[in-house]
């Protein structure tokens, strides 16, 4: 064997071990909510948010997975619940196989969420820039890095997403495009907390579900 092909199998030796890791990994364990729950930003706090993660993804045949909505909180006078402290520490891949992000660092630096990959548990487009209507607005409460906001006097999560009337909450773009933000989890702030100022807004009270295990 000359010292070239030696070399080549040499770096595969190395590079095979972490890529057949991440095959086996590569089950669904994100997705964007096909459906809101239909109250606005009320969303029954994070429990009620984490039980419907679960029934989607369980309907949708993922099952023994332990799912946690992508959802930030607030609290008085210190700062609330991070959505990036709730959803383990990856890989996570889409409905269709694809790998969204590794760890929390590349999912927040450089995720692989653009249209395409942003799916629904059944591995379904979600309606997004050039679709009527647009439905791209994804319930967050968080900052860019996945941290919650600290306390300020504005709302950033419909009251813990609690509330279905008066209140904002902060929201990404799964696909990445309008007004120039291409953020996909702190876009903009909404008109309000009701399932139809969330419509007017731009969204239909949706939001992401990352597998936490």
């Not at 959802?71 to 959803?87: F, M, V």
């Not at 968080?142 to 009337?165: L, Q, R």
């Amino acid at each position: 064997m000359n010292l070239l092909k030696s070399s080549a199998l040499a770096l595969s030796l190395l590079v095979l071990p972490a890529t057949a890791g991440l095959a086996a990994d590569a089950k669904m364990g994100f997705f964007v909510t096909s459906v809101g729950m239909g109250d606005g930003a009320n969303l029954g706090g994070l429990d009620g948010a984490d039980a419907y993660c679960t029934k989607l993804a369980t309907a949708a045949g993922s099952t023994g997975r332990q799912w946690r909505a992508y959802l930030s909180t607030e609290a008085d006078g210190k700062r609330g619940i991070s959505a990036r402290n709730r959803i383990g520490d990856g890989p996570w891949y889409n409905a269709n196989g694809e790998l969204i992000a590794v760890d929390l660092d590349q999912l927040h630096l450089n995720p692989n969420i653009i249209k395409r990959t942003a799916v629904d548990e059944t591995g379904k487009p979600v309606k997004g820039r050039g679709d009527k209507p647009n439905e791209h607005d994804l319930l967050t409460g968080s900052m860019a890095d996945g941290t919650a906001y600290f306390p300020d006097d504005k709302d950033h999560t419909c009251s813990n997403w609690t509330s279905n009337g008066d209140g904002s909450a902060q929201v990404g773009h799964h696909d990445r495009h309008g007004g120039g933000n291409t953020s996909w989890n702190s876009a903009h702030g909404s008109r309000g907390c009701s399932q139809d100022a969330l419509t007017k807004t731009g969204g239909a009270g949706l939001f992401m579900c990352f597998a936490a295990d």
